[in-house]
């Protein structure tokens, strides 16, 4: 079982910063990729980005690339999802999600594990 839990969501205006957390169970960390997802209200659950076991390896999706970095901090069993130049269309909840698989995906049947969520709203 792994638990996992997001911070750092928030009202931030078009232009601004935003940092989130997703804390994971020790036992567990260095076992699973993990990636973050979005989704807005009446949209389906998207991929943003997602980092492999090791931390050697990331992806993201095209409308966040070079604005969002994903990390791991294994000392402190975290990822995080620094997300810079946030846009209106990036309000939505965002998750964080954890997958054994030693292959990264992006698609959310993929991921067996997820967290509560963390809402992140950009005024314009």
């Known amino acids: 079982q792994v638990q996992l839990k997001e911070s750092g969501g928030g009202l931030v205006q078009a232009g601004g910063s935003l940092r989130l957390s997703c804390a994971v169970s020790?036992?567990?960390?260095?076992?699973?990729?993990i990636a973050w997802f979005r989704q807005a209200p009446g949209q389906e659950r998207d991929f943003v980005a997602g980092?492999?076991?090791?931390?050697?390896?990331?992806y993201y999706a095209d409308p966040v690339k070079g604005r969002f970095t994903i990390s791991r901090d294994n000392a402190n069993y975290m990822v995080h999802l620094q997300m810079n130049s946030l846009k209106p269309e990036d309000t939505a909840v965002y998750y964080c999600?954890?997958?054994?698989?030693?292959?990264?995906?992006?698609?959310?049947?993929?991921?067996?594990?997820w967290g509560q969520g963390t809402q992140v709203t950009v005024s314009s």
């Open positions: 020790a036992r567990s960390f260095s076992d699973n990729c």
């Open positions: 999600a954890a997958d054994a698989s030693i292959v990264l995906h992006t698609t959310p049947i993929s991921y067996d594990y």
């Open positions: 980092i492999s076991r090791g931390g050697l390896y990331t």
